[in-house]
């Protein structure tokens, strides 16, 4: 059912109108979702909430035939991000009318919330990249969950779709059986297109902040702030041993405001974004060990 995740994680791609996204590249920049196609996008037309919808259905495709189910998603995006690094969206997603060979069928997210990334490659283009795990139940004799990881979609944002809001495509995604009998396959392939329920747009944020992260152990690029330009950090250090990082963010923080940032490499306390926390929290508290992708600090 992962794999069915899997195909929420798509709509969720869509509904960014961009991509899905987790390891950032040399052509990749930070990432604003933008009711208005503009660049960068204006606080007042960020969108921070993200609502997404499959087009038609989407397939899980294996050798006992193909799945098909609607899908939607709702979740929250990050707004703050290291320079380059992915937008991460939290969210879940819901499965309904589904059916495999005339029978019906329920698919259920499990594990959740789902945690996304989001990174603009380009005008009005974005990758995506996500990972869930699914439980799917058919008619009785289909009881099987499936997950999938590194699933990876491209996006466009209206100005490049067929979709008159955006699009996010997913094709021939494999996904792999994480439980269930003989009767589920190893493997199956996901395809899906989703859509945004307004227009959304590829853009990058307009702010940007040194911040100061609350642990000094392995956590930012930088080892001072620029005393005389706080929104700067200086003395880079590339093994990560500083404890300030550029950080670009979709709205205004003010000086000394706790912030959640998503990093650019997975050193940081948190696995993902707070809902509701209007960006000033992580959630998924990894106590001592430093492989998450988010980090709270404070901007200086």
Known sequence: ???IKMIGLAALTALMAMAFVGASSAMAESTALCSADESPCKEGNVVAHVHEESVGKAKLLSSVGTTECNVLFLGDAA???EEGAALGITGSFTYTNCELGGSSCTATEEGGPSSLQVLRTGHETAKVTGEGLVHLVCSGFIDCSYNGTGLSGTAK????????NGEVTLSEQTTTKEAGGFLCPKTAKLDITTTPLTATYVSIPGFHYCVKYFH???SGFYLSVNPNMKSECQALDNTRAGRFGLVEATRAFGAGEMICVELISNGGLFTRYKQ???????????TSLHIGWYELGNVE
Not at 276 to 286: A, F, P, T, V
């Open 79 to 81: 707004e703050a991000m």
């Open 216 to 218: 000094a152990t392995n």
């Open 1 to 3: 059912m992962k794999a």
């Open 157 to 164: 944002g209206p100005l490049l779709s067929t979709q008159k």
């Open 276 to 286: 509701g926390s209007n960006g000033r929290e992580c959630d998924g508290d990894l």
